[in-house]
């Protein structure tokens, strides 16, 4: 491999938001049928091929049930325990999750990468429901995209 720092590297984007979103929610129905698929990665006699499977890619498509474990624990610590820093969490995820909501409205760059989070693993989400529900069929519909 050789490093060139002059590099660079461009993708083609959709230009609907909502046709993003549906294109990455198909992504994440194939992703999950994926990762059923190939259960037998899960093994750790694999080494470092199931190092890299379940960190690049099992943690990465199971986040957003890591997310909502998150929100829901931080939620019944701060009801059910009287400590402060149990209310600060849950409030600092709240308004996390708020700051990422404004971002359409409000374009700041912290803004921008929260809202890109919770997009993307909303997507994903979403994703493992129509998982759930049964891919019929392994042809998709292209999403049109802008050329840069």
Known sequence: MVY???ARST????DSGPQEFA???????????????????LNPAYGWSFFCYVSHKACRWFSPFLVLGLLAGSALCAL??????????????AAG?????????????????????????TALFL?????CGGIRSGAWDRTERAHS
Not at 11 to 14: I, K, M, S, V
Not at 97 to 121: E, G, I, T
Not at 127 to 131: D, E, P, Q, V, Y
């Open 97 to 121: 999750m708020l700051a990422a909501c404004l971002h359409p409205w409000v374009p700041l760059r912290p803004l921008r990468q929260l809202f890109y989070f919770l997009y993307m693993n």
């Open 23 to 41: 294109r990455r929610i198909r992504i994440g129905a194939g992703n999950f049928q994926a990762f059923f698929w190939l259960l037998d990665f």
């Open 80 to 93: 059910t325990v009287a400590t402060p820093l149990y209310d600060l969490i849950a409030a600092a995820l």
């Open 11 to 14: 993708e083609d984007a959709c």
């Open 4 to 6: 060139d720092d002059e």
């Open 127 to 131: 994703g493992f429901l129509k998982f």
